[in-house]
């Protein structure tokens, strides 16, 4: 059993901790995990305090970050990206944000993502609805591919992936109104769950990108599948969309 308003807490705390290095980026410490792939000294002290606090009150869960990696229980697990869109957060841009998700028996059961430069904390749970600073979200209404504004990212580029998105956003941009490329995976799905976009899709991305946001957007009535159109979570080929667009934009995948 997990109690919300203590993870609430635990998550707001960590953005705390992001903002202090946030509002000092001069002096952040940043490396490179490979040529394209950042982690800052943030990154690093965002996990370290989510797994202390998680393993503390919920010790019969293991962890796995994005920095860390796995400790020794992945059955039932907190899975945590400590700050998904690194690179905008070392360029002192908004969109990016801590995901936290809890997966028990291979099922995510409990999901939060917190942008602590939005102050926009989203959060669901399993068969219980999606929230955002505690009003309940849904996905938008519109049904014409054609008028929707769609978010997409481009993780594949920084891999140096021969199959990279270029030739499908050129091509699916083409056939919307709006386009967005914000920078964390996880705030993206957010905006779909909360109606801010119509959809989001990428490619190449981790289970800690996707897990906690993949949930949000579900309990707020988004479809999210893979792109031959698969329910469930597929990091390395995500598409989430509100439903209504989801039989014109599956085909253009
Ligand atoms: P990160 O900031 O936690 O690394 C934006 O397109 C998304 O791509 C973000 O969720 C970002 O997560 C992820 N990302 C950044 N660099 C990546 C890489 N080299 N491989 C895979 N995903 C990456
Ligand atoms: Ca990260």
Redesign the pocket.
């Known amino acids: 059993m997990i109690s919300q308003p203590l993870l609430e807490r635990i998550i707001r705390e960590a953005g705390d901790i992001a903002l202090t290095y946030f509002r000092d980026l001069k002096h952040l410490n940043v490396d490179k995990?490979?040529p394209?792939?950042?982690?800052t000294a943030a990154?690093v002290a965002v996990e370290k305090f989510l797994q202390t606090k998680l393993s503390e009150n919920y010790p019969q869960y293991g962890f796995w970050g994005?920095e860390s990696g796995q400790s020794e229980n992945q059955t039932n697990r907190w899975i945590v990206?400590?700050?998904?869109?690194?690179?905008?957060?070392s360029r002192g841009q908004y969109y990016?944000s801590i995901?936290v998700a809890l997966e028990i028996d291979g099922e995510i059961v409990f999901g939060a993502v917190y942008a602590p430069a939005l102050d926009d904390y989203y959060c669901a749970t399993k068969d219980e609805g999606a929230w955002r600073n505690g009003k309940p979200i849904s996905v938008s209404d519109l049904d014409e591919l054609g008028d929707a504004m769609i978010g997409?990212?481009?993780?594949?580029l920084?891999?140096y992936l021969e199959q990279n998105n270029l030739e499908r956003f050129c091509r699916i941009a083409q056939l919307t109104t709006g386009q967005r490329?914000?920078?964390?995976?996880?705030v993206?799905i957010c905006l779909v769950a909360d109606g801010q976009l119509d959809a989001f899709w990428?490619q190449?991305?981790?289970l800690?990108?996707?897990a906690a946001g993949a949930l949000i957007a579900k309990e707020a009535g988004a479809t999210v599948t893979d792109f031959q159109g698969n329910a469930g979570i597929f990091p390395k080929q995500i598409l989430v969309t509100n439903g209504k667009i989801f039989n014109q934009l599956l085909p253009l995948m």
């Open positions: 995990k490979s394209r792939d950042f982690v990154d994005e990206d400590p700050i998904d869109g690194t690179h905008s957060f990016w995901s997409t990212g481009f993780a594949c920084r891999s490329r914000l920078g964390s995976a996880a993206d990428e190449e991305l981790n800690y990108d996707v």
